[in-house]
């Protein structure tokens, strides 16, 4: 790809996905216009809607999920996700029915069939009913406690099969950590979409919050079958537009112009949509940097700096008493410019975690 068809994707990525000029003003707000936000690390599922947000900090992300406006669930890849809760019912129908076939050998391996889900469904929801709020830890506690035993990663898998099911997903923060909730007592209002309705909505969302994307990107992203994304452009109709770019299509929404953005600098989390939202990468990270933010190709993703729209660098954080040290590693010398961009983006990182900004370092490689 020409890297001036890497900027104009880039350039158009990062207002589609609210970081540059954001107006979103809630962790809420973010993660509906997000569709879906990769999450199977909590924290920095939670600094993705924060970065989004600008002002909103990590005890306003909690609130959102404590005051039932958004879970985290599997409803895309088999990967866990931070959802609006109302919408997490539609979601989770577009794929689930073929997720759970995938998944049957594995389940067989592990001892685990259609009895032994219903019994732990049973435990589950007796467990749980009544507004019953537990930590993951405490709910297998409950199952092994029933005799339905949660050794050998079978809990974590009957976890995950009743959460296709959409008997529980995660919903407010406890003590330690977020808790398991039944979703019917804790999504009271789910949107009731029909299979095309849903499809369109599909289409729409992840376009308009990952545009410029490609009908590739969208596949891989949620896992739909190729007649099913089709569909769901075609029902998108109007709100989505197309553009040409180095002979492949891309999809974005119909009002986004195509306009510059001013320079800027992020601090983005590992696994963040910006990176990971797409089958195809190129335009937003190198390949010959791409094994520094994916060590090994093992599908751990690396918190990023991103720069003009470009991944330059990763970078990590120490927590200490009242304070949080930021140290990047960028992949050549930032300027001074950049460098201050850097420094400001360290502060706002600590503002976002309620702490002092603590030493906040560069080291070029």
Aim: with cysteine.
């Amino acid at each position: 790809m020409r890297r001036t068809d890497r900027a104009r994707i880039a350039n158009l990525r990062l207002v589609s996905q609210h970081l540059a000029a954001s107006a979103l003003s809630s962790p809420a707000e973010v993660a509906f216009s997000m569709l879906a936000t990769q999450a199977q690390d909590l924290s920095s599922a939670q600094w993705a809607l924060g970065v989004r947000s600008p002002g909103s900090t990590l005890a306003d992300v909690d609130r959102a999920f404590t005051e039932g406006s958004i879970v985290r669930s599997w409803p895309f890849r088999g990967t866990l996700h931070v959802t609006p809760a109302a919408d997490l019912g539609w979601m989770l129908a577009l794929t689930r029915d073929r997720t759970l076939r995938g998944a049957k050998t594995r389940h067989a391996g592990l001892g685990l069939d259609e009895q032994t889900f219903s019994r732990a469904a049973g435990v589950v929801r007796s467990s749980l009913q009544g507004g019953g709020r537990l930590s993951r830890a405490a709910l297998l506690a409950e199952l092994d406690a029933a005799g339905v035993a949660t050794d050998h990663q079978r809990g974590s898998h009957i976890i995950w099969y009743l959460a296709h099911a959409g008997l529980i997903c995660f919903g407010p923060m406890g003590a330690t950590g977020q808790s398991v909730v039944l979703t019917d007592e804790w999504v009271t209002e789910p949107r009731q979409l029909s299979p095309d309705e849903a499809l369109a909505e599909l289409a729409v969302r992840y376009f308009t919050s990952h545009g410029p994307a490609t009908l590739r990107d969208l596949l891989w992203w949620s896992k739909v079958l190729v007649p099913e994304a089709r569909r769901g452009i075609e029902g998108a109709g109007d709100r989505l537009r197309r553009i040409e770019v180095d002979g492949t299509t891309y999809y974005l929404a119909a009002d986004q112009a195509d306009e510059p953005v001013v320079p800027g600098l992020v601090l983005l989390p590992g696994f963040d949509e910006y990176l990971l939202g797409y089958e195809n990468r190129d335009a937003v990270l190198a390949r010959e940097h791409s094994a520094r933010v994916v060590p090994g190709s093992n599908g751990i993703f690396l918190p990023m700096v991103v720069s003009n729209g470009q991944v330059v660098g990763t970078w990590r954080r120490t927590i200490r008493r009242a304070s949080v040290d930021i140290a990047a590693s960028t992949f050549a010398p930032m300027t001074s410019t950049v460098t201050a961009r850097y420094v400001k983006a360290a502060r706002r990182y600590a503002r976002y975690l309620g702490l002092d900004q603590g030493e906040t370092t560069i080291a070029d490689s």
